[in-house]
């Protein structure tokens, strides 16, 4: 049974950082690409940064490129997302992914992804 854990999420200002976690456990976590989505009210959940499984390869949506940062530590089990210049905009649940095949280099849909955390909110003010 994989499970996967956000935290670091929180209320802050625009143009303000935040940098979420996810800590993961029940499955090779170093075998296996990762995601993070985001869901805002009344919107369809969205994929924001995905990193491949040895983590040399990263993909973002073109709303968070340049602002977000994806990144892994595979002996800690750990995924992050360095988000700056936060905007109201990011407002959203955000969730962690595990893509089901391993070795794959991140991807930007969802239906690849198998395994989700419960997801965790960070509200940005203007």
């Known amino acids: 049974q994989v499970r996967l854990v956000e935290s670091g999420g929180g209320s802050v200002q625009a143009g303000a950082s935040l940098r979420l976690s996810c800590a993961a456990s029940?499955?090779?976590?170093?075998?296996?690409?990762m995601g993070w989505f985001r869901q805002a009210p009344e919107k369809d959940r969205e994929f924001v940064a995905a990193?491949?499984?040895?983590?040399?390869?990263?993909h973002y949506s073109d709303s968070v490129k340049g602002r977000f940062t994806i990144s892994r530590d595979n002996p800690k089990r750990t995924l992050y997302l360095q988000m700056n210049s936060l905007k109201p905009e990011d407002t959203a649940i955000y969730y962690c992914?595990?893509?089901?095949?391993?070795?794959?280099?991140?991807?930007?849909?969802?239906?690849?992804?198998?395994?989700w955390g419960q997801g965790i909110q960070v509200t940005v003010s203007s």
């Open positions: 992914a595990t893509e089901a095949a391993p070795l794959g280099v991140g991807s930007p849909l969802q239906r690849n992804y198998d395994y």
């Open positions: 029940g499955r090779t976590f170093s075998s296996f690409a």
């Open positions: 990193i491949s499984w040895g983590g040399v390869t990263t």
